[in-house]
C-alpha cells in the first residue's frame, strides 16, 4: 500500500477513534456523579427542609441505589463496547502491522456497536436524571411538600437533560438513517462496473474506484489560482483510474512537525520538474509523461502502475495545500533541526491575480451566543433574589 494511502486511511479513521474517545471520557465524567450520590445513599439522612413529614425516607434512599447502579452499569457497557470498537479500528488501520497479520473487522457488527454504544449512554443519562431527582428530595426535601427550591431544582434538571438527550437522539440518529442509506446505495451499485464508492468502516473496505466506459477522463484538482490544473487525458478503455488519495491528514502533518518524511517518492522528479516550478507547468509535464509511457510499450500491469504513480504526483502537485505540506514535509526531513512554517518554504510564485472578493462574515451566531449567555445570567439572578426571599 502506497504511503499516501496509508494516511488517507489513518486520517478518517482517527475522526471515528476520536468521537469514540468522547463518549469513553464523558461516560467516566458521569460514572463519577454516580459515585458522588452513592456517597448520600446511608440510612437517617436528613433533608435542609425543617418539616419531619418532608423528610426523606428508607424507599427514597433504595431508589437512589437502584437508579445509580442502573445508571453505571449502562455507563459501563457504553464504554467497554465504544473501547472495543475503537481497538478494532486501530488494528484495522495500524500502520506497524506485518502484511502477514491480517484483521478481520465485521461492518455490521461495527454499526450494531455503535448504535448500543449510543443507546447505552442514553439509558445510562436516563437513570441518572432520575436518582439526581432522589438526591434533590433527600438534600432539600420530598417533592410533594412543594418547597419552591425543590420545584425549581426539579424543573430545570428535566427540561436541560430532556432537551440535551433531545438533540442527542436527533444526531445520533441522523447519523444512522444516514449510515443505512449509504449501506443500501453501496448495495445497490456493488455489482455495477460503472461504480465502486469506499465508504470507510460502514461498509466493505476497499480502494476508492473510479471506473468509465469512455476514452477520454477528464481529471479536474481543485486549484483556486488557476483553472490550467484541469485536462484530458486519453486513457485505455478498459483500465481503472483509481483517484490518489489526499496526503492531508493529521498523520501527516505530525510526521512533517517532526521532521519525517511523508513519502519516499520523489513527486517532482517524476514529473521533471524543479521544486520552484509553476502550477501551469504541472499539467505540460503530466501529458508529456503519460505520452512517453504509452509509447513505451509496457505491459498493462506495469503500464498501470506507472499511470498511477504519474495520477499521484500530479494531484499533488497540482493542489496548492497538497503541495505545500509536500514541500514542507521534504525541507522538514532534510533538516529536522531547522524548523521553517509552511509558507516559508512555498517555492512557487505568489499569484498576480485579483484575490477573489471576501464572503461577509455571518456574525448572526456569535449574536444568538451572546444573548444565550446572557439570559442564563439574568435567569441565575432572578432565580438568587427569588430563593432568598
Known amino acids: 500500500m502506497a504511503p499516501s494511502e496509508n494516511s488517507g486511511s489513518s486520517g478518517k479513521h482517527s475522526v471515528v477513534v476520536t468521537a469514540l474517545d468522547g463518549v469513553i471520557n464523558v461516560n467516566s465524567l458521569f460514572t463519577i456523579a454516580i459515585f458522588v450520590g452513592l456517597s448520600l445513599a446511608s440510612p437517617g439522612q436528613k433533608s435542609l427542609n425543617s418539616s419531619e413529614r418532608c423528610q426523606p425516607g428508607i424507599l427514597t434512599v433504595k431508589q437512589l441505589v437502584i437508579f445509580e447502579v442502573l445508571s453505571f452499569s449502562f455507563f459501563l457497557f457504553s464504554s467497554l463496547v465504544a473501547q472495543a470498537i475503537k481497538l478494532s479500528l486501530n488494528l484495522l488501520y495500524s500502520e506497524d502491522l506485518s502484511h502477514g497479520f491480517s484483521v478481520i473487522v465485521n461492518g455490521t457488527l461495527l454499526r450494531a456497536g455503535m448504535l448500543m454504544t449510543a443507546i447505552s449512554s442514553v439509558l445510562g443519562c436516563l437513570f441518572l436524571m432520575v436518582s439526581m431527582l432522589n438526591v434533590i428530595e433527600i438534600k432539600t426535601g420530598m417533592l410533594f411538600c412543594g418547597a419552591k427550591s425543590t420545584i425549581l431544582s426539579v424543573t430545570f434538571l428535566i427540561i436541560l437533560v430532556s432537551s440535551g438527550l433531545l438533540v442527542y437522539i436527533s444526531a445520533a440518529c441522523g447519523v444512522w438513517i444516514s449510515l443505512c442509506a449509504l449501506q443500501l446505495f453501496y448495495q445497490t451499485f456493488a455489482t455495477s462496473q460503472e461504480l465502486h464508492i469506499l465508504f470507510f468502516i460502514f461498509g466493505p473496505v476497499q480502494p476508492c474506484v473510479l471506473t468509465f466506459k ?78 512517453e509511457i504509452m509509447n513505451e510499450g509496457l505491459v498493462e500491469e506495469e503500464l498501470n502502475k506507472k499511470l498511477q504513480l504519474l495520477k499521484e504526483s500530479y494531484s499533488i502537485l497540482s493542489t496548492p495545500e497538497e503541495r505545500r505540506l509536500y514541500d514542507w514535509s521534504l525541507v522538514r526531513s532534510e533538516a529536522p533541526d531547522d524548523y521553517k512554517w509552511p509558507f516559508e518554504v512555498d517555492p512557487t510564485p505568489p499569484s498576480t491575480g485579483t484575490p477573489p472578493p471576501q464572503e461577509p462574515e455571518d456574525v448572526e451566531p456569535t449574536i444568538l451566543v451572546g444573548y444565550f449567555f446572557l439570559g442564563w445570567f439574568v435567569l441565575a439572578a432572578v432565580l438568587s433574589i427569588a430563593l432568598n426571599l
Do not use: F, M, Q, W
Open 214 to 291: 469512455s476514452r477520454k477522463l477528464v481529471l479536474i484538482v481543485g486549484n483556486s489560482s488557476s483553472s490550467d490544473t484541469a485536462s484530458a487525458i486519453g486513457t485505455d478503455e478498459t483500465s481503472p483510474v483509481e483517484i490518489p488519495p489526499s496526503i492531508i491528514s493529521a498523520l501527516n502533518v505530525e510526521k512533517a512537525l517532526l521532521g519525517i518524511a511523508i513519502t519516499d517518492i520523489d513527486h517532482y522528479g517524476i514529473l521533471g520538474l524543479s521544486r520552484k516550478c509553476s502550477y501551469a507547468e504541472v499539467p505540460v509535464a503530466y501529458k508529456k509523461k503519460v505520452e
